[in-house]
């Protein structure tokens, strides 16, 4: 199903009253861009009615609002690394759940250089924020969030629902804190490595999962990228190829961790409709015979 404005508001996740885990993929497409046919990476893992926010593209809050989450209930965010695809709307996110009634405090999980993010975001709203605050009896935001820097791969996260889990996994060549998450839940586990280079390593952390979502490039799609991207720099391709995934290396990674289901996310170009499904698992198919599919937005994965 393809994601535009005529879609309409899926009341689906909020009332939620069992504990099983649900991800929901919020924006399926890969980099920075916007686009019309997939929003640009975020996902939540529901378990019961508590939300687990899996990064913050642009355009994370409007699609949970559609996907009928209450902004109210947010609690934990959890981001990969700090480029814009997946960082840049966490603010907001937070901006917005409160200004809609949020009242607890919220915290972020995200690597090094978050802080100053925050912090600086912070910054940026302070007229609103200061305003709001003696207009309306509003709690001051800026206590309200905290954020724990990862350092070290390690558990992260551990409540009775959810053990997160961070993996650092390499994104060359300039973003050296970069992470995927597994998330162990009652039923299983879900993996989650978007973005990363092809690092055989990630096999051995998602071994045995569940679910692999897994970041996807389709490099026969690049060269017509890169002219809608208006950038044909060799730079850029170096690092479209050196920073991401090929779809056949996918493939091999979700094989080496013989995982139950992978889940091609964070598609580099998502925004490109000639590529089918069935040509995004092409390169899969050739080395993995388990379950595959391509994610959609609003997309929902249960183990
Ligand atoms: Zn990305
Ligand atoms: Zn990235």
Redesign the pocket.
Known sequence: MACSATVPLLPKIAGAQDRRAVWHVLGSNGGPRVVTNRSNPANVLMIGDTPYIVDCGYGVTRQLVRAGLPLTSLEQIFIT?L?S??ALECGNLIYCSWSTGLDNEVTVHAPEGAKAMMDAYMESIRFDLDVRIGDENKPDLRNMVKVREIGDSGVVFENSDVTVTAFRTP?PPI?KR?YAFRFDVAEGSFVYAC?TAYNPALADFAQGADVLIHEALYEPGFADMAVRSRNKSESFREHIFN?HTSTEHVGQIAAAAKVKKLVLSHLVPGDDESITDDMWLEGVRRHYDGEAIVAHDFMEITI
């Open positions: 690394h480029h695809d997946h994104h973003v970069n973005d920073s």
